[in-house]
């Protein structure tokens, strides 16, 4: 079985992504109105999934990875 690899996002993988926590990622999510809204979620309801396209649309609104990113 081949493994496909989406280009989508957790908090977690966020978290990854901008070396912060994942608390700092639920905190911003709630504080910055321009948080990306979750395209969907996962394990029940409880895990909020982004997508690529609007990940980079809000680093780069924030100039998150300048920043804390890679």
């Not at 957790?10 to 639920?26: C, G």
């Not at 990306?36 to 309801?45: A, F, I, K, L």
Request: net charge neutral; proline share 6%.
């Amino acid at each position: 079985m081949k493994l496909i690899s989406l280009p989508i996002f957790s908090n977690a993988d966020l978290a990854r992504r901008w070396n912060v926590t994942s608390k700092v990622v639920h905190a911003w999510s709630k504080r910055h109105e321009d948080f990306p809204t979750p395209s969907t979620y996962v394990d029940n309801g409880k895990t909020p999934i982004y997508t690529l396209q609007d990940i980079l649309d809000y680093e780069e609104g924030r100039k998150l990875l300048e920043r804390y990113g890679e």
